[in-house]
């Protein structure tokens, strides 16, 4: 086996089984949040428990290990297709390990290989860069969180949603009340404002890769991201559902321009089990730094 | 928080009320999709497995086969409970159930259900695989795993101090429906 597959199966190990820290700290914070004595706190202890215990036994957080989505950041030149391969045999073996369930299924079939590989499983993005350097993020997509991800065509009279920033504001929230007691919350949203119905989702998802607390360079997004955070976390929807302050642990938006005729808001949900981590690859494939 | 002992008695389920926290101590008998529409359909429970007066469990386990034939549980979290919606109140009528265990909350007519008959429901913490797979202390069994495989099994658990949250109870309350009503008017006034 080579490196870049060891270094695969290491990265999907550590993303399974370990909380990123900029989520861990965001947990410590609503557990901190909660008022002593609530079902609210007891759901955060449980949670931040299971993170420890997951760490220590090297074994997935969740049962739910998820989709399975790289993203890759690679030079001019370098070899898709052979880290293609890799990574799937990466998936494989971890597969094999348990560090990922057995959760691909044949779409028209129904039938579950146990391999987890498959049409689109895994996912990979390559991205080009004029650097020399390799970095490969991975993000384990729950069901649970998944199906919560809400599409919005703009305007909604129903909500009273315009195709402006007060209109986006509006279907986020909507998407916070729709959600809860569903996701597995508190959770972090991922939208995009625009974009076609594909790039929208694609683009809400990438923005989970953005660091908890970093704040977004684009003035009126970082307005709109706090306006967000601190309105959901207002509602008292809570831990699970429970009720409780924290609804959720961030928000991270971006956007994309968009045809005349659209205009999409696409939110994707990640669950309290935030699973994502990164490396940088030497030529070789060793890993050299972690991202997260 | 309310220790509560398999099996249970209507009394101390009826007197279960929604936000009350709980751990179970006991044998329970996990079920997901399969086994509801098996059930629903009129199939019979295997020798062995009784929801008298006791709890079922919508989990989909991981579990570990020793080379002795014995079971280790790895990873046992609670599934979304509404895709069971349809068919849960007949089961809890027929099989006797007093609690079901899973995630985020069921709908009017198992909640109708649970107020007829004196059954509660019990929210888990959701991805919560490893804390709660602690508290299974024993695999006693399984049935019906090759007709439905590992996930959809039933599985006889004993288990302890398993940690749950009340919030469907058996006189019709559930804190989904509050919770949900409450932020959906905070939000108004925000918006
Ligand atoms: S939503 Fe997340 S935490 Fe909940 S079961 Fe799915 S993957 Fe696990």
Known sequence: ?292 | MIKLSLPFTEEKIRALKVGDAVEVSGVVFTGRDAVHKYLHEGGKLPPGVSLRDGIIYHCGPVMMQHDDGSWKCTAAGPTTSIREEPDQGQIIRDFGVRAVIGKGGMGDRTLAACKEHGCVYLHGVGGAAQVLAECVKKVRNVYFLKEFGSPEAIWELEVENFPAVVTIDAHGNSLHREIFAASQAKLAQLI
């Not at chain 1, 997935?60 to 790289?70: E, L, N, R």
């Not at chain 1, 004029?130 to 909604?156: F, H, W």
């Not at chain 1, 994502?276 to 070789?284: N, T």
């Open chain 1, 1 to 292: 086996m080579t490196m870049l597959h060891d270094s695969l199966v290491e990265l999907i190990r550590r993303t399974s089984a370990e909380i990123p820290d900029d989520v861990l700290q965001s947990i410590l914070a609503a557990l901190e949040a909660e008022k002593k004595g609530t079902i609210a706190e007891a759901a955060m202890k449980i949670i931040e428990k299971n993170i420890e215990l997951a760490k220590r036994k090297s074994q997935p957080i969740c049962q739910d290990t998820g989709s399975v989505i790289f993203y890759v950041d690679c030079p001019v030149g370098f070899d898709q297709i052979t880290f293609h391969e890799t990574a799937r045999e990466a998936v494989k073996d971890a597969t094999k390990k348990g560090f990922l369930r057995q959760n691909s299924v044949d779409s028209l079939t129904g039938k579950n290989d146990g391999t987890n590989l498959g049409p689109g499983a895994p996912t990979v993005h390559f991205h080009q860069h004029r650097t020399e350097d390799v970095q490969v993020r991975l993000m384990l997509k729950g069901g649970g969180c998944e199906n919560v991800g809400a599409q919005y065509s703009l305007p909604i009279e129903k909500l009273h949603a315009n195709r402006d920033l007060d209109g986006c504001r509006k279907v986020i929230l909507d998407a916070v009340l729709q959600a809860q007691g569903k996701g597995c919350g508190p959770g972090v949203l991922g939208v995009c404002i625009g974009g076609d119905r594909a790039t929208g989702y694609e683009f809400s998802k990438q923005q989970l890769l953005r660091l908890i607390p970093d704040r977004n360079p684009v003035p009126e997004l970082d307005k709109l991201e706090q306006d967000i955070f601190k309105t959901a976390n207002e509602l008292g929807i809570g831990p699970m559902g429970f009720g409780g302050k924290t609804t959720l642990l961030g928000v991270k938006i971006c956007a994309a321009n968009r045809v005349p005729a659209s205009f999409f808001v696409s939110v994707s949900y990640m669950c309290w089990a935030f699973r994502r981590q990164g490396v940088s690859l030497s030529p070789a494939g060793k890993i050299e730094k972690w991202l997260y």
